[in-house]
């Protein structure tokens, strides 16, 4: 996962965003550890890597190797304690990310990201989290 690289989509393809960050900035965040809170939000987490049947041949061994990211897309709205507002924001951000990531790869990528599975990640009033995920193939060859 080239985390630089997807954050730099993100930041010029859904400007609408007030902070854009990884896995550890995300913690920060639900532990209400980061100032200035309020505002959508998104961050890049590795789900993991499935590896498909492998092939080897001539001395050289192939396998492509499925990656999944999860962009968790965060809304905080201190004066909308009910939380409708942050519904409405979040189904513009969800297209705009969607449209951001699928069908784009990282320069020196194998294959191109694909939307997979989304959902709500967490509510409560004043708060929505929902994750996007994404897939996409590389191919891991060693030689010998």
């Known amino acids: 996962m080239d985390s630089a690289a997807i954050i730099a989509r993100l930041t ?3 400007p609408d965003l007030r902070r854009i960050g990884v896995a550890a900035d995300l913690a920060a965040v639900v532990d209400g ?3 200035d809170q309020t505002g959508p939000s998104a961050f890049i987490v590795g789900l993991g890597a499935r590896g498909a049947r492998p092939d080897s041949a001539a001395g050289v061994f192939t396998q492509e190797i499925t990656e999944t990211i999860s962009v968790i897309l965060t809304v905080r709205s201190i ?3 009910a ?12 297209a705009a990310i969607r449209t ?16 997979s599975r989304e959902a709500v990640t967490g509510f409560k009033p004043g708060f929505l989290s929902y994750a996007l995920e994404f ?9 010998e």
């Open 135 to 143: 897939t996409a193939t590389d191919l891991l060859r060693i030689t």
């Open 100 to 115: 951001a990531i699928a069908g784009w790869a990282p320069e020196g990528a194998y294959d191109l990201y694909a939307l």
């Open 83 to 94: 939380g409708d507002k942050a519904v409405d924001e979040v189904e513009a951000l969800k």
């Open 12 to 14: 010029e393809r859904v």
């Open 79 to 81: 004066d909308n304690r």
């Open 33 to 35: 550890k980061l100032p």
